[in-house]
């Protein structure tokens, strides 16, 4: 490989050229890739190798759990109420939810409970749609702080997540009371809430980083994603039981999108939390819908998270070196 | 394919920049080899896209009609050691912020490539770290970011405070309340919180009053005692001056000089007539 431009030219370096008297003969020659090889130079900003990103990551523990502290409480400062918003936020959604599906529209039928059906679902799935929309905007609303700091920048979907899973720890307590509230008795059953929420945080960093990527290069991400998440919030069994709208697919021969319908994350996090926090009351309204005992919930939960967590952190990962250019 | 095409327009061997020496006696930190930098900007005027035309545009699959291409950067060598503060200079527009970028990662290569031994960092115009937070929690996360462990976090914060020197009580404020000065000093000194391999400096001491001045460069004079290199960029030549150990001089993306800060900045002042 030569490089032209490197060569001065025979008789005339331009005027004003300072050429230092060279001190070792012969290495001129030595092309600049070659030298820079040879004091284990590497080329700027490449993305370290999976291990030591890895490694990387988890050394900055402390700054993701920092960052979405500080963000809270940055986003709450300027109003009056402050952090009490963090509680009355769900509950307000929550309100707005039950006046229209509840009382409107009266999506209640059959269902036990609706109160604590309903707000349960509420929580659950803002925990996720939050993730995914926050997770967008990651790393194009810190470019400043990527381009002056080093350091793995999957820390910044990390700890969008991070915060939104406070916001779920404050909603979670809130649904502990409306549940016991509305009736509903604290069984043991309330201990498979930490193994579902944990699979659930899984699944939103993994969605949260593909999406970061996206946001990063594709701002357009940002108007499109209303949209996606409203479609995800109305098939997710917010508002109505999955298994009655199953019923009703396979009935009109359109078993397989009775399946999908099951399948979907939104949904499999959703009753398993139901399944655990108002047991009892869950159980029943499934047998007098006349759908199965939920069997998969927890595979399909497992499978969802891992694939969501190892293929998105992969796929932001695979861009690491390009996040900030522009 | 675009790019391929400026690149075609070769270099005149005769402005072709002076041949890079290799010191062999010093460690290299920096090696920039034959970087070409093309990048793509929408320049404003004719046509300026309504939602037809754009429609249109995509359907065709053409691109935006008003893209033209910069090569802003155009085959700069050289090797810059550890120990080096090296200053750039040369016009508006002749490809020092361009070249900082490209040393840290910001922007790919057209051509050519930048190795570097360790991470560079890059500190720009743009002040705030996280505008929404307060100056405190910037020190903190910051150096959590660098990856500082807590303890090293809490012993530097003290430093890092007395170093920006900002207005009492306005630690607590956000950032984005900071005037652009303030914000810039406390940028740098976080940064400078912790030894970096490559520390690249883009006009970000403009702001800066004399005192502070006087303080950055002892800590640069500091940074470059921790065997780092550090590139400056500053239209004050004064500061260039009395900070840098070598000047590289670029004009129209090219290396014009490259060498003692004396000599270099007579010549650059000599023809650019100030």
Redesign the interface.
Same mark, same amino acid.
């Given at each position: 490989m030569s490089h032209p431009e490197r060569l001065s030219s025979a008789g005339g370096d331009p005027a004003g050229t300072i050429t230092e008297p060279p001190r070792s003969n012969g290495m001129g020659s030595v092309s600049l890739a070659e030298f820079a090889a040879r004091h284990g130079l590497t080329r700027s900003a490449a993305r370290p190798r999976l291990r030591a990103y890895v490694q990387e990551l988890w050394q900055r523990r402390t700054f993701i759990w920092n960052f979405a502290s500080a963000k809270t409480a940055a986003t709450y400062s300027g109003s009056r109420l402050g952090q009490v918003w963090q509680v009355l936020t769900p509950l307000l959604n929550a309100g707005v939810y039950f006046l229209i599906f509840g009382l409107l529209l009266s999506q209640s039928k059959g269902i036990e409970n609706y109160t604590a059906f309903l707000i349960t679902g509420v929580f659950v799935f803002t925990f996720s749609q939050r993730s995914l929309t926050a997770g967008a905007k990651s790393v194009s609303n810190n470019l400043s702080l990527i381009r002056a700091l080093h350091f793995p920048r999957a820390a910044l979907p990390f700890a969008y997540v991070i915060m939104e899973l406070q916001q779920l720890l404050i909603s979670m307590v809130v649904l502990a009371v409306v549940v016991v509230a509305t009736g509903e008795m604290p069984t043991w059953h309330w201990l498979l809430l930490f193994p579902a929420l944990a699979l659930q945080l899984l699944f939103n960093v993994g969605i949260s980083l593909a999406i970061a990527r996206v946001g990063a290069f594709t701002r357009d991400i940002q108007q499109l994603l209303p949209f996606i998440t409203r479609t995800w919030l109305y098939v997710s069994g917010v508002f109505f039981l999955v298994a009655d709208k199953v019923k009703a697919l396979e009935e009109r021969g359109h078993g397989w999108l009775g399946h999908i319908l099951e399948a979907n994350p939104g949904a499999v996090f959703i009753e398993l939390v139901r399944d655990s926090i108002m047991h009892e009351s869950y159980r029943a309204t499934l047998a007098k819908a006349g759908a199965a005992q939920p069997t998969m919930l927890w595979v399909y939960a497992v499978v969802w998270a891992l694939v969501a967590f190892v293929g998105g952190f992969w796929y932001f990962y695979r861009a690491e070196e390009r996040y900030g250019r522009g | 394919m675009a790019v391929a095409k400026a690149l075609k327009e070769?270099?005149p061997?005769? =402005?072709? /920049?002076?041949?890079?020496?290799?010191?062999?006696?010093r460690?290299?930190? #920096?090696?920039?080899?034959?970087l070409h930098i093309v990048y793509r900007v929408y320049s404003g005027g004719g046509n300026k896209g309504n939602a037809v035309s754009a429609l249109m545009r995509i359907v065709r699959r053409q691109n935006r009609p008003q893209m033209k291409e910069v090569h802003a950067v155009k085959?700069v $060598?050289f090797?810059a050691y550890r120990g080096d503060a090296i200053g750039v200079i040369g016009t508006n527009g002749s490809g020092k912020s361009t070249l900082l970028k490209?040393? *840290? !990662? +910001? +922007?790919?290569a057209a051509k050519? *490539? #930048?190795? =570097?031994?360790g /991470?560079? $960092?890059?500190?720009?115009v743009?002040a %705030?770290?996280? &505008?929404?937070?307060t100056g405190s &929690?910037n020190i903190? +996360? !910051?150096c959590?970011?660098?990856?500082l $462990?807590?303890e090293e976090t809490k012993a530097k914060y003290e430093e890092i405070v007395k170093f920006a020197d900002l207005k009492p009580g306005f630690i607590d404020y956000?950032m984005s309340t900071y005037s652009s000065g303030m914000g810039a000093r406390l &940028?740098f000194a976080i %940064?400078a919180a912790r030894t970096h391999d490559v520390l690249l400096i883009d006009e970000a001491l403009a702001t800066g009053d004399a005192k502070f001045k006087r303080r950055s460069r002892a800590k640069i004079n500091e940074l470059r005692k921790d065997a780092g290199a550090v590139f400056l960029v500053a239209h004050n030549l004064d500061v260039i001056e009395e900070t840098c150990n070598r000047v590289i001089w670029l004009d129209d993306g090219r290396i014009?000089?490259?060498?003692?800060p004396t000599? #270099?900045l007579k %010549?650059y002042t000599d *023809?650019t007539g100030k």
């Open positions: - | 070769k270099v061997l005769a =402005t072709a /920049q002076p041949e890079v020496v290799i010191d062999p006696d460690e290299p930190i #920096v090696v920039v080899d034959g085959g $060598s090797v490209a040393i *840290a !990662g +910001l +922007l790919p050519g *490539a #930048v190795y =570097t031994d /991470q560079p $960092s890059l500190l720009g743009n %705030a770290l996280m &505008r929404d937070l &929690r903190i +996360l !910051g959590l970011a660098m990856g $462990s807590p956000p &940028r %940064a014009k000089m490259d060498g003692d000599e #270099v %010549a *023809a």
